[in-house]
């Protein structure tokens, strides 16, 4: 049968051995059939084989031995039952050829017997051996007979006396070869040579002659592959720098034709596969061996790979570094949180506004600890699910949060933050000085006390995987168990590399205009996710969120317990060191012991009032000399909503609202209301008749409006123009007209 290639377009024919195998079966069993007719045998058997390694090939002497002891026997063995496995370890449970003559042991009536050459041909412990005998076997009234060993189940009760102690003696001489390999393979490490698998991104350099040769191949020393090193570093740099999911890296490695593939991925790249690519330390040149060491697990019959405490061996190997230290722990950092920044499923309508996940697994419930999750209608609320099976009266948390809601507030707070604080550029320089000091020498209790617990978790890890639990219950709480456990062992890894990596190399700390070039950036980003636009990518805004907030926002219920009476207050810390820590600045994190110093930061999740939505707008006219009420004609809304507003604006920054009353007092005559008054109106008009010598009555009489008014008209005109305005008694002296009255008056009776 054909298989495919790892490159998926080419097709590699069947083992050679396997068909050489078939083949030379056949043959035994035609000349078996021909000495020993099915005539002569009283019971139909079937044969089970097996070797471990790719350089044994035992299965043909094997069936050979057992149909021999099957002519004694009278048993008749048909070609079809059987069966064996090549290359496969008799610690696995599940194999191939096992598993088909578990399938024909189960069809009742079809063998009677079954046999195998030797104990450790069937299972490498004595559990495994004893239970695939007694269920398998015995429980289905079916003879075994291991013919080397001269067991057999037809033999009354000795047989299981002789099952066990030959299990045993395999058990011990498989732990004892297990001794001897470790020891070869360590000695192996120490000079460098090929002791394993060859990992993906190096390969093996054939030594010079009179080096020893093993299993007929030549010993081989470890260099790096300079085909598959550069698509490595760019698996690195598009995950840790880019920021891109595992998933999109796996699409681009499998998408570009010139990057080689992985030899042990027959259907190419997949997400465990570059997982454990971007957490391999063997990149950063920390080499290590027998970090896992084979535990059977007697209630399922299989063997899994569990942590050392410590490896056998370890050393740090430069030539062979890849990947340079920093962006290896950044890649690090952001695979230790990503079980918390699981983001969920895409939306299938598309809908990723009113369905943001840049902050999905920030918000935690304050009294349960627990991760709010997406539901309510069309998954755009966070729940707390402890609370929503809680009764309501006793629930901690009755209001829910919606998504969208959640994004805009906290970066709109968060971005007011940066902007009003003008002191946090000084004070990151600051920090970012003491952190460059303390990095350069760091504390030897500290990193012995981080060791301390990173092997302690290494021991609570071990624990939970050798006792598993019998229940699946039992199984599924240490399963989650140990995914708690393990980040919290790579956070402290992460910490620990950190702090060994930044003592070995040069710290540079910023200046305040670096600083608040960041920070610009930073409230940009904030920004752009609040508002209704396009958002930026949510990594970019999560990055800028975690920075700030420490990666948690703790949720309180807040007003009444009623529908629609209360909302959520979230709580967090705002935090200097992370934000420092994401522009590439250094610093170090707060002790652990002592009061947080971090400032404690509230939000009020819950959609504005209207006075608060306006309040921005208000301002900034009002800023501009608008009045109030032409503040309210303008927005669209009535004059109290405008006022309101305003004072909600001031008192929100503990200002205190000013006096409407005094503040039109101090504006220019015309801005001090809606309209201007008639005499500010009639200034122009009424002083271009005054100026051709009419009076201030024939004045108000040509505008309709009475001569106090005109007056005031005359008034503001000429003060506009800068010339002082003459009272009426003195203006109409001045006017020829008023003069020549005058005179005619004075003159005697009958003169012209």
């Known amino acids: 049968m054909d298989e495919p290639t790892p490159d998926g377009d080419a097709v590699r024919p069947r083992p050679a051995a396997a068909t050489d195998t078939d083949r030379l079966i056949d ?55 059987v069966f064996y496995d090549e290359a496969v370890s008799g610690s696995r449970n599940r194999r191939p050829g096992l598993d088909r003559l578990r399938a024909t042991l189960a069809r009742r009536g079809a063998v009677q017997a079954v046999l195998v050459f030797a104990t450790n041909r069937l299972g490498r412990t004595a559990y495994h051996a004893m239970q695939i005998v007694h269920e398998e076997m015995v429980g289905r009234d079916i003879r075994c007979v291991f013919t080397s060993n001269n067991i057999d189940t037809a033999d009354g009760h000795t047989w299981q006396l002789l099952l066990q102690a030959y299990s045993m003696v395999d058990q011990m001489v498989v732990a004892s070869a297990a001794a001897h390999i470790h020891a070869a393979h360590e000695a192996m490490f120490d000079q460098g040579l090929v002791h394993g698998a060859v990992t993906y991104g190096y390969r093996g350099r054939e030594v010079g002659e009179g080096r020893g040769v093993r ?136 809908d990723h506004r009113s369905r943001p996940r840049a902050l999905a697994g920030l918000f935690h419930c304050g009294a349960h ?88 978790l290494t021991r609570r890890i071990g624990f939970v995987m050798d006792n598993p639990g019998a229940e699946p219950r039992d199984v599924l709480e240490a399963k989650a168990k140990l995914q708690q456990l393990r980040r919290e062992r790579s956070a402290l890894e992460s910490d620990l590399g950190r702090i060994e990596a930044d003592a070995a190399r040069a710290v540079e700390v910023p200046d305040e205009g670096a600083v608040r070039e960041m920070l610009s950036r930073l409230g940009a980003t904030l920004d752009e996710a609040a508002g209704e636009g396009d958002a930026p990518e949510d990594r970019a805004v999560r990055e800028v969120v975690d920075a700030l907030t420490g990666g948690r926002v703790d949720l309180f219920q807040e007003g009444g317990r009623e529908p629609k009476r209360g909302w959520l207050r979230g709580s967090f810390r705002f935090d200097l060191e992370r934000l420092a820590r994401l522009a590439g600045f250094p610093a170090i994190p707060a002790p652990p012991d002592g009061p947080d110093p ?61 006096d409407g009353r005094s503040r039109r007092s101090s504006l220019p005559v015309d801005a001090r209301s809606l309209t201007p008054p ?21 004045v108000a009489a040509r505008l309709g409006c009475d001569r106090n008014t005109a007056a005031k008209a005359i008034k503001r005109a000429s003060e506009l123009r800068g010339t002082p305005a003459q009272d009426g008694r003195s203006r109409r002296k001045t006017l020829d007209r008023y003069r020549r009255g005058r005179d005619a008056d004075a003159a005697p009776p009958g003169t012209a």
């Open 27 to 81: 043959e035994l069993v035609v000349a078996a059939h021909r000495r020993t007719p099915q005539e002569q045998c009283g019971q139909v058997g079937a044969i089970y084989a097996r070797y471990s390694t790719k350089a044994q090939g035992s299965v043909g002497d094997q069936v050979r031995s057992v149909l021999e002891a099957a002519a004694r026997l009278k048993i008749h063995v048909p070609r079809e039952f």
């Open 215 to 350: 299993k007929g191949r030549p010993l081989r020393e470890y260099e790096i592959d300079p085909e598959a090193a550069p698509w490595i570093l760019r698996a690195f740099e598009w995950y840790a720098r880019e920021g891109l999911s595992i998933g999109e890296v796996v699409r681009r490695l499998n998408a570009e034709p010139r990057a080689p593939r992985n030899p042990r991925l027959l259907a190419g790249w997949d997400h465990a596969a570059v997982r454990r690519m971007l957490g391999n330390p063997r990149y950063r040149g920390h080499w290590m061996y027998g970090e896992t060491k084979a535990v059977c697990h007697p209630g399922k019959a299989s063997t899994a790979h569990v942590r050392r405490d410590a490896p056998l061996k370890s050393a740090r190997l430069e030539h062979l570094r890849i990947v340079p230290e920093d962006l290896w722990l950044r890649a690090r950092a952001r695979l230790a949180e990503g079980d918390r920044r699981a983001a969920g499923r895409k939306p299938r309508d598309g």
């Open 369 to 456: 600890g627990r991760r709010m999750q997406a539901g309510g209608g069309h998954g755009k609320m966070l729940i707390c699910k402890d609370c929503m099976g809680t009764p309501r009266e006793r629930r901690s948390l009755c209001s829910i949060l919606n998504r969208r809601l959640a994004l805009k507030l906290t970066c709109e707070a968060l971005a007011l933050r940066i902007r009003r604080d003008d002191g946090l550029a000084t004070a990151i320089v600051a920090a970012s000085r003491s952190a460059a000091a303390s990095l350069q020498s760091p504390d030897p209790a500290h990193l012995v006390g981080l060791r301390t617990r990173i092997e302690a």
């Open 598 to 658: 971090r400032e404690l930061v509230r939000i009020d999740y819950r959609e504005p009032a209207p006075c608060e939505a306006h309040a921005t707008a208000v301002k900034a006219l009002y800023d501009e000399g608008v009045l109030v009420k032409e503040i309210a004609a303008r927005l669209g809304i009535s004059r109290n909503l405008a006022a309101k507003a305003l004072a909600w604006w001031h008192r929100s920054r503990d200002l205190e609202p000013p």
């Open 678 to 698: 008639l005499y500010v109106r009639l200034a122009d008009e009424a002083l271009r008749l005054s100026e051709q010598g009419l009076l201030y009555e024939e």
